[in-house]
């Protein structure tokens, strides 16, 4: 079945977000927080995130589905990080499993160059080596492990670092890239 990413829309795309934030924050590990997220606070997420000029990729089918999304943000608030940007994935439980995060995961990573970024960070629960696996295989690296951060669904949860590092930005300066 052919998919398409694309930019995702605010008013479009919020109530599928927030029913597949809300599937991973109440059925899983791949999110630390216990509530579940309310569409305005979806919607105002999004908006935040499209002022920022930071990208919210949505991959959809052919009859217009939202398998998943992935997006990033800044990695840390201090200046000398503005370079380094964190990024999330997320897939409709119905399209896990089936090679989605990749394609997805990879347009992620042509934005981030496009906006001449430099290392791409992922933060996954240890127990995801489905995320850990495919982080791999497109060139991340595990940077280390924060053990026993996180206490969620009874038990305690370790926290995985990867890291890709990017060929940009080309001239790297303290005032930053123009985006």
Same mark, same amino acid.
């Given at each position: 079945?052919?998919m398409?990413?694309q930019?995702? *829309?605010?008013?479009r *795309?919020?109530?599928?977000? &927030?029913?597949?934030?809300?599937?991973a924050?109440? &059925?899983?590990?791949?999110?630390?927080?216990? /509530?579940?997220?309310?569409?305005e606070? #979806?919607?105002?997420w999004?908006?935040?995130?499209? %002022?920022?000029?930071?990208?919210v990729?949505g991959l959809?089918? %052919? %009859?217009?589905?939202l /398998? +998943?999304?992935?997006?990033? =943000?800044? $990695?840390?608030?201090?200046p000398?990080?503005?370079?380094?940007?964190?990024?999330?994935?997320y897939?409709?439980?119905q399209?896990?499993?089936? =090679?989605? +995060?990749?394609?997805?995961?990879?347009?992620?990573?042509? @934005?981030?160059? !496009?906006?001449?970024?430099?290392?791409?960070m992922?933060?996954? *629960? !240890?127990?995801? /080596?489905?995320?850990? @696996?495919?982080? &791999?295989?497109l060139?991340f &690296?595990?940077v280390?492990r924060?053990?026993?951060?996180?206490?969620? $669904?009874?038990?305690w949860?370790?926290?995985?670092?990867?890291?890709?590092?990017?060929?940009?930005?080309?001239?790297?300066?303290? !005032?930053g890239? #123009?985006?």
């Amino acid at each position: 079945m052919p998919m398409q990413i694309q930019p995702c *829309d605010a008013e479009r *795309d919020a109530p599928r977000i &927030q029913a597949i934030f809300n599937h991973a924050i109440e &059925q899983t590990t791949a999110l630390y927080e216990y /509530q579940p997220r309310s569409l305005e606070q #979806v919607q105002t997420w999004l908006l935040q995130k499209k %002022a920022d000029r930071l990208p919210v990729l949505g991959l959809y089918s %052919a %009859a217009d589905t939202l /398998q +998943g999304f992935a997006s990033y =943000g800044p $990695f840390r608030p201090w200046p000398a990080f503005q370079y380094t940007v964190e990024h999330s994935i997320y897939l409709h439980p119905q399209a896990q499993g089936k =090679g989605l +995060g990749r394609p997805l995961l990879s347009a992620l990573i042509q @934005a981030a160059e !496009a906006q001449q970024y430099h290392v791409m960070m992922a933060a996954i *629960d !240890a127990s995801n /080596q489905a995320s850990c @696996a495919l982080h &791999q295989r497109l060139g991340f &690296q595990c940077v280390g492990r924060l053990k026993q951060v996180g206490y969620k $669904f009874g038990r305690w949860l370790d926290l995985d670092f990867y890291q890709l590092q990017l060929m940009t930005p080309i001239e790297p300066t303290e !005032a930053g890239p #123009v985006r």
